[in-house]
């Protein structure tokens, strides 16, 4: 081997040994259950992993780690064991915080930001995949702005900008931290996409604001127009009038929602939101927050060749 890939290794090595070693004392294996009649009252419902985000015991993980479940056991990295309560779960980002009597000062690890993550740039996953609490598995980010659909009852998301990872991720690794190299967490791990590849939720401003709803409320407050639709190209002599290359072509209208009641029709193009141009479902999806709901919002669409504007004002999306 030559002198320059040794040292290469060791770089290597060296960071991913650093960020296990920052990491594994902050992530946790959980087991989670629901109360149920027999002697001990306990069934399990589902394993997985989560990661301590404050001192004093609250936890991040994913939803549906804990779906179903009312309570569990967080086992940490020196052997310890903690009762945990869920605090919230948000099935639509697929996040979830728990809360561990932290009894003493916990270690917390640093959230980072996904938006500043590079393909190819050093990834390292800390969880419990297969019930091995405390493993380690390092690889790339694969690929950026992968979308995961989400679905909870009769309501439907598309998270966006998920990462794409080829560190090895199993059945119990959902809910533990995706770590760049300085060993911030940028992502929530969730799921396999086929051999070799992993998914996470990023940690951005969106995922922030969730995080700290979840904290607050216990759940996530969206708002909600009812409609079924996809990025559609404006034809080329109107792209070029209005300087915007696509809208959302609405495919389905929910009947009493309140796209419903705003006119919106099957057909529509819808080229601008409240002031804000829309190309596709994640820009609509951005608009859709908590402080929208109740609230008139205009919405500009093309419809059979011509300009319209349409009032609506958005309901809140059934949990």
């Known amino acids: 081997m030559e002198e320059r890939e040794r040292e290469a290794l060791d770089a290597y090595s060296s960071v991913v040994t650093w960020v296990a070693e920052h990491l594994l004392p902050r992530v946790v294996q959980l087991k989670v259950g629901k109360r149920a009649p027999g002697r001990d009252g306990w069934r399990q ?20 780690v804990v779906q179903g479940a009312d309570r569990g056991v967080a086992l940490f990295s020196d052997g310890s064991e903690r009762p945990a ?5 948000d099935p639509l980002s697929d996040l979830a915080v ?30 419990s995949p297969l019930g ?3 493993s380690v598995t390092a690889g790339v980010v694969s690929a950026l702005g992968r979308s995961l659909a989400t679905r909870n009852g009769a309501g439907a998301r598309v998270v966006e900008n998920v990462i794409q990872t ?3 991720l199993n059945p119990g690794n959902s809910g533990g931290a995706l770590a760049a190299s300085n060993g911030e967490v940028v992502g929530i791990n969730t799921a396999m996409a086929g051999i070799g590849l992993g998914l996470a939720i990023p940690i951005a401003e969106t995922t922030r604001r969730i995080i700290a709803s979840l904290l607050h409320d216990g759940r996530v407050r969206r708002a909600w127009l ?8 404006l034809p080329p002599r109107v792209a070029r009038r209005l300087g915007q290359a696509a809208g959302i072509g609405v495919e389905e209208v929910v009947a009493s929602s309140p796209a419903a009641a705003a006119g919106l029709r099957s057909g529509d193009l819808i080229l601008e939101v ?40 958005p309901a809140e999306l059934a949990a």
Do not use: C, F
């Open 274 to 313: 409240d002031g804000h141009v829309v190309q596709d479902s994640g820009d609509l999806q951005r608009l859709m927050l908590d402080e929208a709901i109740g609230r008139s919002m205009r919405i500009r669409v093309l419809r059979l060749g011509e300009l319209a504007e349409l009032q609506a004002v």
């Open 98 to 127: 728990v809360r561990v009597d932290a009894g003493t000062h916990l270690e917390a690890a640093r959230l980072g930001d996904a938006d500043t993550l590079r393909v190819g740039q050093l990834v390292v996953a800390v969880g």
């Open 45 to 64: 419902t589902g394993t997985g992993s989560g990661v301590v985000i404050t001192p004093d015991g609250y936890l991040l993980t994913a939803a549906h």
């Open 85 to 89: 309560e869920i605090v919230g779960r």
């Open 166 to 168: 080829d560190a090895t």
């Open 132 to 134: 091995l609490a405390g």
């Open 226 to 233: 009812g409609i079924a639709g996809a990025r559609r190209p």
